[in-house]
Structures are given as structure tokens and as C-alpha cells.
T-cell receptor, first 110, second 118 residues
Framework: GQQLNQSPQSMFIQEGEDVSMNCTSS?????WLWYKQDPGEGPVLLIALYKAGELTSNGRLTAQFGITRKDSFLNISASIPSDVGIYFC??????????FGTGTRLKVLA | GAVVSQHPSWVICKSGTSVKIECRSL??????MFWYRQFPKQSLMLMAT?????????EQGVEKDKFLINHASLTLSTLTVTSAHPEDSSFYIC??????????????FGPGTRLTVL
């Protein structure tokens, strides 16, 4: 099935550093969402974006819906060890069916 | 709110047997539930969309007779893997779509079910 291009694929960072990851598509999406998945668990919703250009924060997390509606980014500020996990973007080209990104594996070094 | 549960959390079965996985929305009604499959170190791949009271819609390449889906109520969907084989071993995750104000496109995911077929 179709997937979104997500980068970077993985990253190792020091505790306290900021993290940035993005998701791109060749087609337009109406909604972008960012999820975090811990090992052996289901994804947990972090941020949902509904309008082009929208910038939304959730604690140390900030995400933006690209103006072209073909991309989105997620920033994590001042990372902590519990930020470790896999981050997935998801886009909706229509009204209900998600297309998931390939995932970004984040490892935080204390 | 918006809690989704799955049962069992893990299951080991013999090749040729059938396995049923339940997905429940605990504190909201879900007219639409989704079933995903995830292989190690890969993303989630949508298998089928389950609508309460109607037949499920399967994604291309997913065998309807292999993966039986029933959405009997607004809070319960089941996935039955029939005549399971080792290649069916995977992490199966369900999600439920909640209708709530502007957040109509959000899906809330269950904790997943690890299926191992021997």
C-alpha cells in the first residue's frame, strides 16, 4: 500500500537536544497526524492538524501542516529519555482512511 | 476518554487453527473501526475498514476469507485469522474512529495483539 516518506529514518540524540522530523507526500492531504509508538504497544496520538499552515503545540512537541498540504513536520524540544520510541506521521487524503509514514526511530542518550 | 482495548494481547497457536482478536472502544461509540498489521521494524499497513452493521472493506491484497471481520456493535469489532500459518505471525492493531466536534478524523489505537503461529 501507499506510504508517506518520513525522515530521518532513525536518530540518536543527546538528552536535552531538540529533534526535528518530517513527512512528505506527492499528493495533497486534508489532515496530518503524528503518533508515537512504544515497543509492543499501539500508536498514541500526539498532535492532529486540520488546516494548511496550522502550527500546533502539545507540551514540548510542535507540529505544522505544510502550506502546500503535501508535508508536515514534528519538533520535540529539550528531549528526555522517555521520548524514545517510533514516531509515525499519518495523512488523510480523504475523510477517514489513514496513510502512514515509514516511521522515525528516536533514541535519546542520557 | 477515547480508550481502545484489544484482547488477547498475545496469542500462540498451531498452524491450521483459527484465532479471534477482539477490539473494543471502552468509552465511546465507534461506527468505524480499522484493522492494521505491522511487521517488525515496519509501519502500519491497513488491512480492512470495519463498519458497524455492514460488511468490511478490505484493502487490495488482503484475503477476505482469511481475515474475517465482524463489527457487531458500536463498541466491538472482531478479526478472525482462519487456518493460520506461520506467515500470518504479526502484530495486529485495531483503531476506532470517534465522532467528536472538529476531531472527526482522529483514530484511537488499541495496544495491539501479537500473534505467533507455530
Amino acid at each position: 500500500g501507499q506510504q508517506l516518506n518520513q525522515s530521518p529514518q532513525s536518530m540518536f540524540i543527546q538528552e536535552g537536544e531538540d529533534v526535528s522530523m518530517n513527512c512528505t507526500s506527492s499528493s495533497i492531504f486534508n489532515t496530518w497526524l503524528w503518533y508515537k509508538q512504544d515497543p509492543g504497544e499501539g500508536p498514541v496520538l500526539l498532535i492532529a492538524l486540520y488546516k494548511a499552515g496550522e502550527l500546533t503545540s502539545n507540551g514540548r512537541l510542535t507540529a505544522q501542516f505544510g502550506i502546500t498540504r503535501k508535508d508536515s513536520f514534528l519538533n520535540i524540544s529539550a528531549s528526555i529519555p522517555s521520548d524514545v520510541g517510533i514516531y509515525f506521521c499519518a495523512g488523510l487524503p480523504g475523510t477517514y482512511k489513514y496513510i502512514f509514514g515509514t516511521g522515525t526511530r528516536l533514541k535519546v542518550l542520557a | 476518554g477515547a480508550v481502545v482495548s484489544q484482547h488477547p494481547s498475545w496469542v500462540i497457536c498451531k498452524s491450521g487453527t483459527s484465532v479471534k482478536i477482539e477490539c473494543r472502544s471502552l468509552d465511546f461509540q465507534a461506527t468505524t473501526m480499522f484493522w492494521y498489521r505491522q511487521f517488525p521494524k515496519q509501519s502500519l499497513m491497513l488491512m480492512a475498514t470495519s463498519n458497524e452493521g455492514s460488511k468490511a472493506t478490505y484493502e487490495q491484497g488482503v484475503e477476505k476469507d482469511k481475515f474475517l471481520i465482524n463489527h457487531a456493535s458500536l463498541t466491538l469489532s472482531t478479526l478472525t485469522v482462519t487456518s493460520a500459518h506461520p506467515e500470518d505471525s504479526s502484530f495486529y492493531i485495531c483503531s476506532a474512529r470517534r465522532l467528536a466536534g472538529d476531531s472527526y478524523n482522529e483514530q484511537f489505537f488499541g495496544p495491539g495483539t501479537r500473534l505467533t503461529v507455530l
